[in-house]
């Protein structure tokens, strides 16, 4: 159940309007490819993508560390590869959130090795009390507490994803989590 809305529909995309500003400034006309990391960012990248020029483009990864439960396992996997090849390419990273930092440090060290010309990371969520790992972020939505939220594309067991809203969910759900 939801226990309350942490951050509303128009508040996410006014963020995005002042965030897709700052990467068109700095970027410019150059290429961008925004790699997306499923499934949580399926809705970011959609939104963000739709604010940039006719330069960019967008690839998917998929790595998986939770499977249904709330904390990270820290065994971090490429379940789905990105389609291309990104060596030269300029790369932007389009996380929905990042806690302990796990799943983007492996994903940081796999791609750093393909030769992109530039890998920075854009995460609509940042939870700095729950880090393990320092991450850099180079464009963040917003920093959150360590509650469990759902909601524009996050999910609790594959539910929420579609709210509009990100929400918290209620200590009695979320503690049903392995
Ligand atoms: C979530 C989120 C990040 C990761 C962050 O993905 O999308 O990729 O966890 O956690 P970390 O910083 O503790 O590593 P999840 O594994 O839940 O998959 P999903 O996006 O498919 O729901």
Redesign the pocket.
Known sequence: MIQSILISEAQIQAKLDEIAEQIRADYGDRPLLLLA?????FLVVSDLCRRLGDNVTVDFVQ????GNGRK?SGNVQIRKDLDINIEGLDVLIV??????????DHLLQILRTRNPNSLKVFALLSKPTARVLHVPLDYVGFEIPDAFVVGYGL?FAERYRNLRDIAVLSEDESSLAP
């Open positions: 990391v499923l499934k949580g960012s790595v998986s560390s939770y990270s996380e929905d959130i990042v806690d302990s930092g796990q799943t983007l999910d």
